[in-house]
């Protein structure tokens, strides 16, 4: 079943990106072995027709492109995010309880469910970073073993349990880590899984895992349920969309920035000059001016991903009374008034085209009038890169759950999509008209 091959190719990767330092690191990976040139910020970049490019910030936001063989029309962007709610492990984490136990003091990273996060296996992975001869360097870790556990309290000592809970993150969200006589501390624990002695650590960044691994289910499988779907499943289908496309008259980019859970405004998020600094790169190396700079965005197009709601089963009058995406119905255009999504007219046209060309299904998405929504990616890179740009996603339940739910149909949706969007590329011919 070719839904049920890509989908476990999706586990895959969602299983070796438990972190966002991880998700980046696969795809630089595999990019390296596409042949794909890495570039770093600090130097200069000698850019040439045809060649096959990517480039890295603070080890979590990734940009990849390829230059077409002759002049180019424009940018063809898809943007999506590696990171997902979770728990960022605290500086001095270890605290000790009755003399008994030690638990891990930690941080809410991102607007996340909490309750599912309670009675199930999680481990701890992210970054180190290491002394060096002559200054410092990054090593991933990821402690690849059940490790803690947020134990919930019995329903005999609060029997309010199952009515409307409020939960203390400091309180009754700390993981179980080990006894309080264990031989191993916390970050012994973490340098040998790093491989590194606990005296050349002098920094980390390191979040809690679900361990739950993905699983196909449903009376005729056709449902997914995974940790981190928001939004590994759109970078998983842009980056498959990337590598499979064909070369066009334009520069295609897939994109993936970090800190969008916590509003992208970091250096590496979606709201820095991440994306415009290297579009300014790509034009000077390959000797545009300014004004040929503006040309190009003129004639571009960014489709952020980032998954959407669907209807709820159980909750469907939270859903709008006239545009209630479904799973497995296809890849997801979202509107808002207020622009908290990019979506217009035209944007969503040009999209639609898009779908149409690659014959995948799409469908509407718009909050309740009377309920406020979260924004994503577009409208802040558009501060940034002033582009056409629609919001879109895939159809998903149980947004920022440790374990989340879509459609397994939805997947290889937006990989075609995606590669339509890369092979295409967009012209302005007057107000408000395209060629595509």
């Given at each position: 079943?070719?839904?049920?091959?890509?989908?476990?190719?999706?586990?895959?990767?969602?299983?070796?990106?438990?972190?966002?330092?991880?998700?980046?690191?696969?795809?630089?990976?595999?990019?390296?072995?596409?042949?794909?040139?890495?570039?770093?910020?600090?130097?200069?970049?000698?850019?040439?027709?045809?060649?096959?490019?990517?480039?890295?910030?603070?080890?979590?936001?990734?940009?990849?492109?390829?230059?077409?063989?002759?002049?180019?029309?424009?940018?063809?962007?898809?943007?999506?995010?590696?990171?997902?709610?979770?728990?960022?492990?605290?500086?001095?984490?270890?605290?000790?309880?009755?003399?008994?136990?030690?638990?891990?003091?930690?941080?809410?990273?991102?607007?996340?469910?909490?309750?599912?996060?309670?009675?199930?296996?999680?481990?701890?992975?992210?970054?180190?970073?290491?002394?060096?001869?002559?200054?410092?360097?990054?090593?991933?870790?990821?402690?690849?073993?059940?490790?803690?556990?947020?134990?919930?309290?019995?329903?005999?000592?609060?029997?309010?349990?199952?009515?409307?809970?409020?939960?203390?993150?400091?309180?009754?969200?700390?993981?179980?880590?080990?006894?309080?006589?264990?031989?191993?501390?916390?970050?012994?624990?973490?340098?040998?899984?790093?491989?590194?002695?606990?005296?050349?650590?002098?920094?980390?960044?390191?979040?809690?895992?679900?361990?739950?691994?993905?699983?196909?289910?449903?009376?005729?499988?056709e449902f997914i349920s995974s940790g981190r779907l928001d939004d590994l499943q759109c970078v998983f289908g842009s980056f498959k969309g990337f590598l499979a496309a064909e070369d066009g008259e334009s520069?295609?980019?897939?994109?993936?920035?970090?800190?969008?859970?916590?509003?992208?405004?970091?250096?590496q998020g979606a709201a820095s000059t991440f994306l415009y600094d290297t579009l300014v790169r790509i034009c000077e190396s390959l000797g545009k001016t300014p004004a040929q700079y503006r040309q190009a965005?003129?004639?571009?197009?960014?489709?952020?991903?980032?998954?959407?709601?669907?209807?709820?089963?159980?909750?469907?009058?939270?859903?709008?009374?006239?545009?209630?995406?479904?799973?497995?119905?296809?890849?997801?255009?979202?509107?808002?008034?207020?622009?908290?999504?990019?979506?217009?007219?035209?944007?969503?046209?040009?999209?639609?085209?898009?779908?149409?060309?690659?014959?995948?299904?799409?469908?509407?998405?718009?909050?309740?009038?009377?309920?406020?929504?979260?924004?994503?990616?577009?409208?802040?890179?558009?501060?940034?890169?002033?582009?056409?740009?629609?919001?879109?996603?895939l159809p998903q339940l149980a947004m920022h759950s440790p374990y989340e739910t879509c459609g397994v149909k939805d997947t290889e949706y937006l990989v075609r999509a995606a590669k339509v969007l890369f092979?295409?590329?967009?012209?302005?011919?007057?107000?408000?008209?395209?060629?595509?």
């Amino acid at each position: 079943m070719k839904d049920r091959k890509l989908v476990e190719e999706l586990f895959s990767f969602i299983e070796s990106s438990p972190s966002v330092f991880h998700a980046v690191d696969v795809m630089k990976r595999l990019l390296d072995t596409e042949g794909y040139h890495p570039l770093l910020e600090s130097n200069a970049w000698e850019l040439e027709e045809g060649g096959r490019y990517y480039v890295i910030r603070n080890g979590t936001s990734l940009l990849a492109f390829r230059v077409p063989k002759k002049d180019f029309r424009g940018f063809q962007i898809m943007a999506s995010h590696s990171d997902s709610p979770t728990f960022k492990i605290k500086e001095n984490p270890e605290m000790e309880t009755e003399g008994a136990y030690i638990k891990l003091n930690v941080e809410k990273y991102g607007g996340m469910l909490c309750a599912p996060w309670f009675d199930r296996p999680l481990s701890v992975a992210g970054r180190l970073i290491v002394k060096t001869k002559g200054g410092i360097a990054s090593k991933l870790v990821n402690v690849n073993r059940d490790l803690v556990l947020i134990p919930s309290l019995a329903i005999h000592m609060n029997r309010k349990a199952n009515d409307e809970q409020k939960y203390n993150v400091q309180k009754e969200l700390l993981p179980l880590f080990g006894m309080a006589d264990g031989k191993h501390s916390f970050m012994d624990v973490i340098a040998e899984a790093a491989e590194v002695r606990k005296e050349e650590i002098v920094g980390s960044d390191l979040f809690l895992y679900n361990r739950v691994k993905g699983t196909v289910w449903g009376a005729d499988e056709e449902f997914i349920s995974s940790g981190r779907l928001d939004d590994l499943q759109c970078v998983f289908g842009s980056f498959k969309g990337f590598l499979a496309a064909e070369d066009g008259e334009s520069v295609p980019m897939h994109c993936v920035f970090d800190n969008e859970e916590v509003g992208s405004s970091t250096k590496q998020g979606a709201a820095s000059t991440f994306l415009y600094d290297t579009l300014v790169r790509i034009c000077e190396s390959l000797g545009k001016t300014p004004a040929q700079y503006r040309q190009a965005l003129a004639s571009s197009f960014m489709v952020s991903a980032d998954n959407a709601h669907a209807v709820h089963p159980n909750y469907a009058e939270k859903s709008c009374p006239t545009n209630r995406p479904r799973l497995n119905g296809g890849i997801v255009i979202k509107y808002s008034a207020n622009q908290k999504y990019t979506t217009d007219g035209v944007s969503s046209a040009l999209f639609r085209m898009i779908c149409e060309r690659a014959k995948v299904p799409y469908q509407v998405f718009l909050n309740r009038s009377d309920l406020q929504g979260g924004s994503t990616l577009g409208n802040l890179s558009a501060n940034q890169v002033s582009v056409n740009c629609v919001d879109s996603g895939l159809p998903q339940l149980a947004m920022h759950s440790p374990y989340e739910t879509c459609g397994v149909k939805d997947t290889e949706y937006l990989v075609r999509a995606a590669k339509v969007l890369f092979e295409s590329s967009m012209l302005e011919s007057g107000y408000g008209e395209y060629l595509i």
